[in-house]
């Protein structure tokens, strides 16, 4: 009986066009006594994997305490690592810039990365750094509880998803990640680089735009 409805359900899902189920229940203990914010403070000294000597802040995230939608990138950068802000560097500016084209405010979401703090030289994560530090990722998706996630970018879509596709085969996809429909788009830096991706981005964006609305006319 249970399983009859379990695979109703699934089934159900793939009609409404998502791919992929992701569950953390047995991948974490969340703190749930504690606010995000008590968290970021908790590990602002974390040491637990050798990004944290040449960093001068930890970068944990910021925003809304209950997002409706999470924003996940790779890991600071270089102004971000001295604010201790996500997403405040040229490609900060322009991912505030994409929120406001489809009307969302930086302060309604939450913003975060995969890895906490800068990598030297800007390089990927590697596959050490990334494994140790998702752990506060998956506890900050468990404790806000975001209905949708936008992971900006390869590295982001990889590490969470847990998948080798090129950016354009995310793109594709629609995911369910814990509690939250799970979108990929392009890196905002990515954007800077090539122009040419900008309006595909904006497909992307109008599509998220529709499920946030989907949400908002839930909840009221
Ligand atoms: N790029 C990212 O992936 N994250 C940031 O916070 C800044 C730039």
Redesign the pocket.
Known sequence: MVLRSLQQYLELMKLSGINEIFSLKNDIQTDNSRTIEELKEKYKNCRKCPLFKERTNL?YGEGSSSPILMLI?????GE?DKTGK??V?R??QLLTKMLKAINIERDEVYIT?IVKCRPPQNRNPLPSESEICIKYLYEQIELLNPRLILL?GKVASVNLLKKNLKIDEFRKEVFFFNNAKTFVTY?P?ALLRNENLKKYAWDDLKKLRIEYDKILAEEH
């Open positions: 970068v990138g790779e890991g600071p950068g971000e996500p997403f560097g490609a900060g990365n900006l890196h830096s």
